[in-house]
């Protein structure tokens, strides 16, 4: 196993970090994560992989800063996070959360326009993501008129044209059909190859995460802690074509023989 | 015009001549109900006289008045509602069970507080309406989606920031429901307030007009009445309509 132990010298470190959920009306507290550390090199693809429930997304909640830790602490570039989302950091969420009441122009620039970048900047940096993501002629559309695919686009791309340094992906693709989440795996690590950030992708999908990682840390029933890192071994220019890759069955076999007890864990806890 | 659209006005023609018809024909009495013609021709000679301009400039402004503090007022009361769920669930009960009540035996309290003016028939119209728009400005808020509040959180908006670019046109749909409510609501409160309470305005004038049995008169003032509230719902609905085809459903 390789180790995703905090080393204190990633870009991310997540040191010991638990979460506990208070029980409402009369019940139990919920133990949703950890003791859990991670430490994220510069510039590396990391995926979390887990049972549900396991706490990924509390996981990626914890890093982003959107929630704080009951115990343990979380930094990013060596700056301690204290209960909110630092700059740097661009969250993609697995629901679509592109506003209804903008076209996609204004919600790609919505963020840099909260920032206070002039006009100017704020259109070339628009255009330019809204090509780079595929949206050109889609500008003055409303989200209401773009699929469940180009919608979740808009969200990345309104991610993206902050050039954050740090991009967190709780299930970007979960509502998206299978040959629509390749095709967005490809342009994902397209993004990723261009813009140096260091990417977290939280996903139930084993063979996306398998695709597009170069480690994957494989989570057990909750609480989640890490149970296995895998690393991938593929380069940097990869695409969906390592789908026939021997190697890539052999790491989706692998990370299925690690979850399939955990999955049970999960299952059987849900039903209790 | 759309097919709806003909039929709407296929059926209030029909009714407007199915009433010119019965009244001229003299199998209705024509003190209870005057001829269509007659009540346009009587609100044609309101509006051209300039007699009606005093009365609708009192109504009006004191409906006027009764929105904007109900729309301000209880716009306020639903954020605050939202922000504080112990006090929401210490009024809920209240709020259920407040259209229960008759707002009209406010009225002689409003007049010692405010004194014999208009403003105790704005008083009756807002508090007819506050409810409305506060109940309807919670639900929205309640409803706006978690992601889009994440998402505000993940750009590292104020709250202020957050509640007008984000929680505002979220809830836009139920504001314009709470809007909607707060102008008819005020409407009646005020024009019923009138009616039975106050010796000016609209209300009163067709109250007066009844009373002294000058029947295409009161009919002139209602069609007045009915075509400006009507006039500026549709506006409103007009508004609506355009916010909901722009978001598709959403």
């Given at each position: 196993?390789s180790?995703v132990?905090s080393?204190g010298?990633?870009h991310?470190e997540v040191?010991?970090?638990?979460?506990v959920?208070?029980?409402?009306?009369?019940?139990?507290?919920?133990?949703?994560?950890?003791?859990?550390s991670?430490?994220?090199?510069?510039?590396?693809?990391?995926?979390?992989?887990g049972p549900?429930?396991?706490?990924?997304?509390?996981?990626?909640?914890?890093?982003?800063?959107?929630?704080?830790?009951?115990?343990g602490?979380?930094?990013f570039?060596?700056q301690?996070l204290?209960?909110?989302?630092p700059e740097?950091?661009?969250?993609?969420?697995?629901?679509?959360?592109?506003?209804p009441?903008?076209t996609?122009?204004?919600?790609v620039?919505?963020?840099?326009?909260?920032m206070?970048?002039?006009?100017a900047?704020i259109?070339?940096?628009?255009?330019?993501?809204i090509s780079?993501?595929?949206?050109?002629g889609?500008a003055?559309?409303?989200?209401?008129?773009?699929?469940?695919?180009?919608?979740?686009?808009?969200?990345?791309a309104?991610?993206?044209?902050?050039k954050?340094?740090l991009i967190?992906?709780d299930?970007?693709f979960?509502?998206?059909?299978?040959?629509?989440?390749?095709?967005?795996?490809d342009?994902l690590?397209?993004?990723?190859?261009?813009s140096?950030a260091?990417?977290?992708?939280i996903?139930h999908?084993?063979?996306?995460?398998?695709?597009?990682?170069?480690r994957?840390?494989?989570?057990?029933?909750?609480?989640?802690?890490?149970?296995d890192v895998?690393?991938?071994g593929?380069s940097?220019?990869?695409d969906?074509?390592?789908?026939?890759?021997?190697?890539?069955g052999?790491?989706?076999?692998r990370?299925w023989?690690?979850l399939?007890?955990?999955?049970?864990t999960?299952?059987?806890?849900?039903?209790? | 015009m759309?097919?709806?659209?003909?039929?709407?006005?296929?059926?209030?023609a029909?009714?407007?001549?199915?009433l010119?018809f019965?009244?001229r024909?003299?199998w209705?009495?024509?003190?209870s109900l005057?001829?269509?013609?007659?009540?346009?021709a009587s609100?044609i000679?309101l509006?051209?006289s300039g007699?009606?301009?005093?009365d609708a400039?009192?109504?009006?402004s004191t409906?006027?008045?009764?929105?904007?503090s109900?729309?301000i007022?209880?716009?306020?009361m639903?954020?605050a509602?939202?922000?504080f769920?112990?006090?929401r669930r210490?009024?809920?009960?209240?709020?259920?069970?407040?259209y229960?009540i008759p707002t009209?035996v406010f009225?002689p309290?409003?007049i010692?507080m405010?004194g014999l003016n208009?403003i105790?028939l704005?008083a009756?119209?807002?508090i007819f309406?506050?409810?409305?728009?506060a109940i309807?400005?919670?639900?929205?808020?309640?409803?706006?989606?978690r992601?889009?509040l994440?998402?505000a959180q993940?750009m590292?908006?104020s709250r202020?920031d957050?509640i007008?670019k984000?929680?505002?046109?979220?809830?836009?749909?139920y504001?314009f429901?709470g809007?909607?409510?707060a102008?008819?609501?005020?409407f009646?409160?005020?024009?019923?307030g009138?009616?039975?309470?106050s010796?000016?305005?609209?209300?009163?004038?067709?109250a007066?007009?009844?009373?002294?049995f000058?029947?295409a008169?009161?009919?002139?003032y209602l069609?007045?009445?009915?075509?400006?509230v009507?006039?500026?719902?549709?506006?409103?609905?007009?508004l609506?309509?355009?916010?909901?085809?722009r978001?598709?459903?959403?």
């Open positions: 196993m180790s132990a080393t010298l990633g991310v040191k010991d970090a638990t979460k959920f208070p029980g409402r009306a009369g019940r139990q507290d919920v133990h949703a994560l950890g003791p859990i991670l430490s994220l090199k510069q510039g590396e693809f990391f995926s979390v992989v549900s429930g396991c706490g990924k997304s509390t996981l990626l909640d914890l890093v982003a800063g959107l929630t704080t830790a009951t115990d602490e979380m930094v570039e060596g301690r204290v209960g909110k989302v740097g950091v661009g969250v993609v969420f697995q629901e679509d959360s592109s506003f009441w903008l996609v122009q204004e919600n620039g919505f963020h840099l326009k909260q206070g970048m002039d006009a900047e259109a070339r940096r628009v255009d330019h993501a780079f993501t595929g949206l050109g889609f003055k559309a409303y989200p209401a008129e773009l699929s469940g695919g180009m919608r979740q686009r808009v969200c990345i309104r991610t993206l044209v902050t954050p340094r967190l992906l299930e970007p979960g509502a998206l059909d299978q040959q629509t989440r390749l095709l967005m795996g342009e690590l397209r993004l990723w190859r261009e140096g260091t990417v977290m992708l996903t999908a084993l063979d996306e995460a398998a695709m597009l990682s170069d994957i840390g494989v989570m057990s029933a909750r609480p989640g802690r890490f149970i895998i690393e991938t593929w940097a220019d990869r969906s074509n390592i789908v026939s890759d021997k190697r890539f052999d790491i989706t076999a990370l023989q690690k399939r007890a955990e999955s049970m999960a299952m059987s806890g849900a039903q209790a | 759309s097919k709806p659209g003909q039929i709407r006005l296929a059926v209030v029909g009714v407007v001549l199915f010119e019965i009244c024909m003299g209705v009495d024509t003190i005057a001829p269509p013609t007659k009540i346009v609100a000679e509006v051209m007699e009606i301009r005093r400039f009192l109504t009006f409906v006027a008045g009764s929105i904007v109900a729309v007022v209880g716009f306020l639903g954020l509602l939202h922000r769920p112990l006090v210490f009024l809920d009960p209240f709020l259920a069970s407040y229960s009209f009225y309290f409003f010692v405010f208009r105790p704005m009756i119209g807002f309406a506050v409810v409305a728009m309807n400005t919670l639900s929205g808020m309640q409803r706006v989606p992601v889009w994440r998402t993940m590292r908006m202020i957050t007008r984000v929680i505002m046109p979220a809830a836009a749909p504001l429901t809007l909607k409510l102008i008819v609501y005020s009646i409160g005020v024009i019923a009138e009616f039975i309470l010796g000016a305005g609209l209300g009163f004038q067709i007066f007009s009844y009373n002294s000058e029947t008169k009161m009919y002139g069609a007045i009445l009915l075509t400006l009507g006039g500026l719902n549709l506006y409103i609905y007009g609506e309509k355009r916010i909901y085809e978001r598709g459903g959403r």
